[in-house]
């Protein structure tokens, strides 16, 4: 995964509370066993109608609306819990998902595919969604390593929790098996030491 560390970058707006996963990506689109190809399908049935024309009205489809970061209201990812979910959003070119509320299953999917989600207040949700109507050029910055998010137009911080394994995981792009690997020469060092230890 690409190591994750400092993100500033505009945002796209989904202010829709509830989204589910399979709103997110229906299951129609399940039968692949790789991660690729599946960004394009993100919010298939809200960015296309049933001919394949593109819906001018969903925000995906606005020009004016590009980033790395994905707002959406409270409760999104809820449903069940495919993690191609996380697959298409990651495909899609999102880093990071902030909303005031995650399905707990769909946080840890982001989280092992290398995508943050960023959970704020409900006030400074309102917040950002008007700033980005306002303008949708607005910026916002996410530093990891401080774990904070900042509104680049009205100044406003705050910090953000997160597990302090995933943090490690994703500042530097390890998956599972990447970060026991990184731990080798510990591993390594215990069995050694358990080894001598029993030959006492």
Partial sequence: ????????????????????????????????????????NLFRDWRFDKDGQMKEDFVLNNPLYRGEILVAGANFGCGSSRE????????????????????????????????????????????????????PQARFTVNLEAQTFKNETTGTVSTFDIDSYKKTCLINGYDDIDYLLSQRELIEKFEQERQDFSLV
Avoid: C
């Fill in 1 to 40: 995964m690409t190591p994750f560390t400092t993100l500033s970058t505009t945002a796209v707006p989904l202010p829709i509370e509830d989204v589910d996963t399979d709103q997110i990506i229906p299951a129609r689109f399940l039968k692949a066993v790789t991660r690729d190809g599946f960004g394009e």
């Fill in 84 to 135: 191609h979910a996380a697959w298409a959003i990651g495909d899609y070119g999102f880093r990071v998902v902030v909303s005031s509320y995650f399905a707990d299953i769909f946080r840890g999917n982001a989280l092992n595919n290398g995508i943050l989600p960023l959970v704020v207040s409900p006030t400074l949700l309102d917040e950002i969604f008007k700033t980005i109507e306002a303008d």
